[in-house]
């Protein structure tokens, strides 16, 4: 058997093996690269505030989130507002002393306007419902685990998606010709024929469309591998090659039951504001989190640049039980390694390249959905046809 008939049967089968899961991904990633803006499109209920400057204090909203259900802790706060859009809070719940097990809430985001002070409402982010509250969380959850269980999705996800990497190589080899000169005769694989028939228009859709949106594909095949699997996989590789700088979190470990803060947010923010003046930042805080699994709290001092593009921001951490400083952390900085492990996800959205960026991923993400049902229809065609040839 030649190499390119064993590529052409591994090309098939690999390809009808994915063609369920390339279409979802492709459809959800192309929907998810604009969140914010369709999700605040079905719901401007909850993502939009009343005109006007902000005057709530963010802290304050933490108080009230907390005291109106103090089965619940809040976990991320926003401390910075946007002109037009609602602040964000996320919640966790508390342990039940009666049992043991965490309350069971019924929602783990609320919404507040910064300029009337109002609490806008509350939902289930990740929750498996489709009503105009939950669809777009629903369709990431899609996206990102197909609502497996994380001990399964994670290896199931992260396997598919190598092989899909793979795949772009052996598709990518069919395309080159035979016939010589083969540089004069692959340009024709990108172009679609003109006054071509049903069937050749689907394959060259295929194979066009596959040639031009080829290192784009690899891309999303290869960061999506390492945000399934990169922890397990790709880390272990990388400090072959350089260091890693470890987390405060990886530094401390996670306990065996949540860690409940004993300062408050506002006692704590103070101290990462101090910090930040000694390293000599001036970004104001945007956001802090706090981690049940380590006690550590994590402000973050963001910038515009680093807003567009979603690469993270410079950091603060402190213990949530004594107000330790625990470090600091800059995106896209320190050890070749540790510039390599920030990139996948602002690569994958594609809001590294701002909104151009996320357009290129939406399109590929339609494109991705168009090679898979193009590919089974060729394959259908053919199928056909040696039956056909065989009866």
């Not at 949540?258 to 300062?263: F, I, M, Q, R």
């Not at 945007?286 to 001092?301: C, P, R």
């Not at 996948?344 to 996320?358: A, D, E, N, S």
């Amino acid at each position: 058997m030649g190499w390119r008939r064993a590529a052409t049967r591994a090309h098939r089968y690999v390809g009808l093996a994915l063609a369920l899961f390339l279409t979802v991904a492709g459809l959800s990633g192309a929907v998810i690269a604009f969140t914010d803006e369709i999700d605040g499109w079905l719901n401007p209920h909850l993502r939009r505030a009343a005109t006007g400057v902000p005057t709530a204090d963010p802290l304050d909203f933490v108080d009230r989130i907390e005291a109106a259900d103090p089965r619940g802790m809040v976990t991320f706060a926003s401390l910075a507002f946007q002109a037009g859009r609602s602040a964000l809070y996320f919640v966790k719940p508390r342990v039940d002393p009666a049992t043991g097990r965490p309350y069971r809430l019924g929602y783990n985001q609320v919404f507040a306007d910064p300029v009337t002070g109002a609490i806008l409402g509350r939902r289930q982010w990740g929750a498996f419902a489709f009503d105009r509250a939950h669809l777009l969380p629903a369709i990431y959850e899609i996206h990102y685990s197909l609502f497996l269980p994380e001990a399964l999705s994670g290896w199931f996800l992260g396997l598919l998606a190598a092989a899909w990497a793979i795949d772009c190589f052996v598709g990518a080899s069919l395309t080159l010709p035979r016939a010589r000169p083969r540089p004069g005769n692959w340009l024709r694989a990108w172009t679609l024929k003109r006054r071509a028939g049903p069937y050749r228009r689907t394959l060259d859709l295929h194979r066009a469309g596959g040639l031009w949106l080829w290192l784009v594909l690899l891309l999303l095949a290869l960061t999506g591998f390492y945000l399934r699997v990169g922890e397990d996989m790709v880390r272990p590789l990388l400090l072959h090659f350089s260091s890693l700088t470890p987390s405060p979190y990886e530094l401390r470990g996670e306990a065996e039951a949540d860690v409940a803060p004993v300062l408050p947010l506002r006692a704590v923010l103070p101290l990462a504001t101090a910090e930040r003046d000694r390293l000599g930042w001036t970004d104001a805080p945007t956001a802090a989190s706090y981690d049940l699994h380590t006690g550590i709290y994590a402000v973050a001092f963001q910038s515009a640049r680093y807003a567009e593009r979603a690469i993270g921001a410079p950091t603060v951490y402190v213990d949530g039980g004594d107000g330790r400083i625990l470090g600091h952390s800059e995106p896209l900085t320190g050890t070749a390694a540790d510039i390599i492990v920030d990139l996948p996800r602002p690569l994958h959205g594609g809001k590294l390249g701002g909104l151009p960026g996320r357009i290129l991923v939406a399109a590929a993400g339609l494109g991705t959905a168009m090679l898979s049902i193009t590919g089974i229809a060729v394959w259908i065609r053919k199928r056909r046809g040696r039956l056909r040839d065989a009866a």
